[in-house]
Antibody, heavy 120, light 111 residues
């Protein structure tokens, strides 16, 4: 059974960098059959796609966040990471990591989510 | 790439059926059979319930079904149960190097 688990600070100061890691168990992030994605959800709002990384290391980002986002892989640890810089209160949200099937782009496994609050 | 359009809320009584629509464009929903649906209970992660427009992952009850017509996909939940009360999101592939977009979400209330 594939499991994903987000980890990282729950509180980030404005203008600093939000950094989260997703640890994957039960499957390899190098498989080539999946993308690995970050999605966020502000309180009471819908899901927002942040970006994704493929096993080759290629990435795709939401155009609205592209200038501030980096997603990367660490295959040795079976993890992928999110860095979002120059954060503001608008970046406060629950952040989910998820596995995406490469053939049909369905998000089949999700982490439980982690709340990140941007505040001084 | 624009978000997909869903009704903000729908409701139904136990045992009834409800349908949630998801309207995109000829570049995403209308062009590809890569529509997925997710169920999210409060405080929980989304759960994958439909993929490829009509297919159900293992373990998802057959009360949940998906269809598509033109640029609009639909999720129907039949035999409504109290546990179905949740938010539902659709997503669709948009082709090329664009990626998956999500609908705005629909809150299902079981009366």
């Amino acid at each position: 059974q594939v499991q994903l688990q987000e980890s990282g600070p729950g509180l980030v100061k404005p203008s600093q960098t939000l950094s989260l890691t997703c640890t994957v168990s039960g499957g390899s992030i190098s498989s080539g059959f999946h993308y690995w994605s970050w999605i966020r959800q502000p309180a009471g709002k819908g899901l927002e796609y942040i970006g994704r990384v493929y096993s080759s290391g290629s990435t795709d980002y939401n155009p609205s966040l592209k200038s501030r986002v980096t997603i990367s892989l660490d295959t040795s640890k079976n993890q992928f990471s999110l860095n979002l810089n120059s954060v503001t209160a608008a970046d406060t949200a629950v952040y989910f990591c998820a596995r995406v099937q490469a053939d049909n782009r369905a998000y089949d496994y999700w982490g439980q989510g982690t709340l990140v609050t941007v505040s001084s | 790439q624009s978000a997909l359009t869903q009704p903000r809320s729908v409701s139904g009584s136990p045992g009834q059926s409800v349908t949630i629509s998801c309207t995109g464009t000829s570049s995403d929903v209308g062009r590809y059979d890569y529509v997925s649906w997710y169920q999210q209970h409060p405080g929980r992660a989304p759960k994958f319930i439909i993929y490829d427009v009509t297919k159900r992952p293992s373990g998802v009850p057959d009360r949940f079904s998906g269809t598509k017509s033109g640029n609009t996909a639909s999720l129907t939940i039949s035999g409504l149960q109290a546990e179905d009360e949740a938010d539902y999101y659709c997503s669709s592939y948009g082709g090329g190097y664009t990626f998956v977009v999500f609908g705005g979400g629909t809150k299902l209330t079981v009366l």
